[in-house]
């Protein structure tokens, strides 16, 4: 009888004026879980959850983070699911550190999920964010593309380079600058045929963004890239720009051509 006892006092803390209260609760989330059952915890505490989503930054960044090991007190992985809709609300939020985080929690969960259910649910929740309205949905959306991407049919990888190459072109440079960002890990999940044609065309059209921030980031990845690359390739996309950028004296630039450097064997 304990853990039905327990329910209404969890509900009374994660929802007090104190705000330590709210956090202890929270980062007592897995514990909570456990006494109220698998069942319960799906049907009671993820919605419940779900519809308290307004709160300070502190508590949302520890929710973020209990909710990426979560999948055992949901039933397991064949129930992962029921955790997207909440982190996909955590990766709208205005505040990075809380997107970041939740993206992070999103690819610890989806990379464990089945295969039916990373195609029918995980990549649903990649396009509705980068869909959004809000940047902030569209920026944490390019942080999921490499999770989305190995497990779905061939139309829908089609689907996915397509909305990446958007992503890239969006009119906040803040999206623009998470494309570039995260370029490199979703390159590393595209077969070579379009490496070639849709990354490369991504990448270079980054690199002559109007926003510094937007070129300093792809540059700063560029390493990542050309590990993928033929050396020709490597050479003759990605080495001029990390020259025209270690022009400008910046030490991130000079350290990433020594990375380049060593890949190539110079």
């Known amino acids: 009888m304990a853990h039905l006892l327990l329910y209404p006092m969890v509900l009374d803390e994660l929802k007090n004026d104190d705000i330590q209260l709210r956090l202890n609760s929270i980062r007592r989330l897995s514990s909570i879980a456990c006494q109220l059952g698998e069942d319960r915890t799906r049907r009671e505490l993820i919605p419940f959850l779900c519809r308290n989503t307004d709160d300070e930054d502190e508590v949302l960044l520890a929710m973020s983070e209990e909710l990426g090991g979560f999948i055992p007190y949901v039933g ?30 999103l690819c610890r969960i989806g990379s464990q999920m089945r295969e039916s259910d990373l195609i029918d649910r995980f990549v649903s929740l990649v396009k509705r964010l980068a869909a959004g309205e809000w940047f902030t949905a569209r920026v944490s959306a ?5 999770i989305a991407y190995p497990s779905s049919p061939e139309m829908l990888k089609a689907e996915l380079r397509s909305i990446y190459s958007q992503l890239s072109q969006d009119d906040m440079p803040m999206v623009r600058r998470s494309a570039a960002a995260n370029l490199g890990k979703f390159a ?21 963004d109007d926003q510094d921030s937007v070129r300093l980031v792809v540059v700063e990845g560029c390493a990542a890239l050309g590990k993928l690359l033929d050396p020709q390739d490597c050479v003759a996309h990605i080495l001029p720009v990390i020259v025209n950028f270690s022009q400008v004296g910046r030490t991130e630039i000079e350290e990433e051509q020594d990375r380049l450097n060593s890949i190539l064997g110079l």
């Open 142 to 146: 390019c942080g999921l593309f490499h």
């Open 188 to 208: 590393a999940t595209i077969e070579p045929a379009y490496l070639k044609t849709d990354i490369m065309t991504m990448f270079e059209d980054l690199t002559q």
């Open 76 to 105: 397991g992985v064949e129930h992962a699911h029921v955790l997207l809709p909440l982190l996909g609300t955590l990766c709208t939020v205005e505040e990075i550190c809380v997107r970041d985080k939740a993206v992070e929690s």
